[in-house]
Nanobody, 120 residues
Framework: VQLQASGGGLVQAGGSLRLSCAASGNIVSINTMAWYRQAPGKQRELVASISSGGTTNYADSVKGRFTISTNNAKNTVYLQMNSLKPGDTAVYYC???????????????WGQGTQVTVSS
């Protein structure tokens, strides 16, 4: 299984970016998909998650600005980031629980990370 993240970049404060993360390989089922971020000198933190049933959860710092969504047919999770702030600058990682068998035993996978830099 591989997770390929893309969409990061440099944007001015108030701008928008859309991150994508596509899972590929032998996938039977996907459970929770999420985005985390890690700023320099800080711990990795949960930004947003979405369950297989569509329930979403957001960090307080991004509520109302970020939206997580999925395309289940493409095994892809997205993070639409609007009204970006310099404090959103970080490496963003996708995180997905994947089962590769009909026993539905899920393993946690991480994407490679994509840099988001917001200038003031």
């Amino acid at each position: 299984v591989q997770l390929q993240a893309s969409g990061g970049g440099l944007v001015q404060a108030g701008g928008s970016l859309r991150l994508s993360c596509a899972a590929s390989g032998n996938i039977v089922s996907i459970n929770t998909m999420a985005w985390y971020r890690q700023a320099p000198g800080k711990q990795r933190e949960l930004v947003a998650s979405i369950s297989s049933g569509g329930t979403t959860n957001y960090a307080d710092s991004v509520k109302g600005r970020f939206t997580i969504s999925t395309n289940n047919a493409k095994n892809t999770v997205y993070l639409q980031m609007n009204s970006l702030k310099p404090g959103d600058t970080a490496v963003y990682y996708c995180n997905v629980y994947i089962s590769q068998s009909s026993t539905y035993t899920y393993t946690n996978y991480w994407g490679q990370g994509t840099q988001v830099t917001v200038s003031s």
